[in-house]
């Protein structure tokens, strides 16, 4: 049966930039909310000292709570082998900082989407980076989580396989127990594409997801597609906002998620605007998974 956890959207700068806010602080907030656990950042600014992993998992737990999912941003489509094997490095790492952590799930990512890159030359560089990491992962019972991802913050150039075609040839290049997508509906929009389409081509696929709801600000879904389609990070048009109040349609992805037989972590990847909109989300959610998996509701 589905679980949920949280992300702190609304506080990644305060958590990851500034430092004006405690990871500490963070769990407080989340165990407060109708939650099983925590969905980690490799980017905390406290994260950098390893000594604090362990304490980080005690805190969440002592608060009943886990951490199932680490959010981190490989970049394995670098033309150079040096620089892939460092990224590979830092897969390990983060890999390791799950498992210390209590996780299961790992973020991978393909890599940037640079002009001299041919389709076929990135699938397989990113395929072979993943590929190569998932023995690593194996071994500490991790397993690696590809997200239809849209750009990281400090990329210059958006995701490889942002768009689904992409993404759709690397998930089929990568056959391994310890391999999974992770489904992020409202990502589908920033590639101009409709996330119920990506969703069939990959449900069986799917381990994990990212819930989280998305707004036009003006125009027309046609509009996103011809002017925002692939967009190098947010779509001028979209906003973040409220989970069940915007473009995604949860009824048609649950029921496609509960066709397949999917059990996995929900991710709330929104609450931009604060901890009650947090709440609001939180419990649109519990309802739906408690209509779509009944015994899930029953908590």
């Known amino acids: 049966?589905?679980?949920?956890?949280?992300?702190?959207?609304?506080?990644?700068?305060?958590?990851?930039?500034?430092?004006?806010?405690r990871v500490a602080e963070w769990i407080g907030?989340?165990?407060q909310l109708d939650i099983e656990g925590l969905e980690w950042y490799a980017g905390f600014l406290e994260m950098s000292e390893e000594s604090n992993w362990p304490l980080f998992r005690q805190q969440v737990e002592d608060h009943g709570l886990t951490i199932p999912m680490m959010c981190c941003s490989p970049d394995f489509t670098h033309p150079d082998a040096a620089f892939r094997a460092k990224e590979i490095a830092k897969q390990q790492r983060w890999i390791d900082m799950t498992y210390a952590l209590g996780g299961s799930y790992c973020r991978v990512l393909s890599g940037q989407r640079r002009p001299v890159l041919s389709m076929e030359?990135?699938?397989?560089?990113a395929a072979e980076c993943?590929?190569?990491?998932?023995?690593?992962?194996?071994?500490?019972?991790?397993?690696?989580?590809?997200?239809?991802?849209?750009?990281?913050?400090?990329?210059e150039f958006p995701e490889f396989a942002q768009k689904m075609e992409v993404f759709g040839k690397l998930v089929d290049s990568i056959h391994h127990p310890n391999f999974g997508v992770n489904y992020d509906p409202s990502n589908t929009y920033l590639a101009g594409e409709d996330p119920l389409d990506l969703l069939r081509m990959?449900?069986?696929?799917?381990?994990?997801?990212?819930?989280?709801?998305?707004?036009?600000?003006?125009?027309?879904i046609e509009d996103l597609r011809r002017e925002e389609g692939g967009a190098a990070g947010y779509a001028k048009r979209l906003s973040h906002g409220e989970i069940g109040k915007g473009l995604n349609d949860y009824d048609a992805i649950f029921t496609e998620?509960?066709?397949?037989?999917?059990?996995?972590?929900?991710?709330?990847?929104?609450?931009?605007?604060?901890m009650a909109q947090l709440e609001?989300?939180?419990?649109?959610?519990?309802?739906?998974?408690?209509?779509?998996?009944?015994?899930?509701?029953?908590?």
Request: charged letters at 25%; aromatic letters at 10%.
């Open 202 to 220: 990959v449900s069986k696929r799917v381990v994990t997801m990212h819930a989280s709801d998305r707004f036009l600000l003006e125009g027309t």
């Open 130 to 155: 993943i590929e190569a990491c998932l023995p690593y992962a194996q071994q500490r019972g991790i397993t690696l989580i590809l997200e239809n991802h849209y750009k990281d913050d400090f990329w």
């Open 121 to 125: 030359e990135g699938v397989k560089l």
């Open 29 to 31: 907030l989340a165990a």
């Open 280 to 299: 609001r989300s939180v419990a649109f959610l519990r309802k739906k998974i408690g209509q779509y998996w009944p015994a899930a509701g029953e908590r």
């Open 1 to 21: 049966m589905p679980k949920l956890a949280a992300f702190p959207k609304a506080f990644m700068h305060a958590l990851c930039k500034d430092g004006t806010m």
């Open 257 to 274: 998620l509960k066709r397949v037989g999917f059990d996995g972590w929900i991710s709330i990847e929104d609450g931009v605007e604060g």
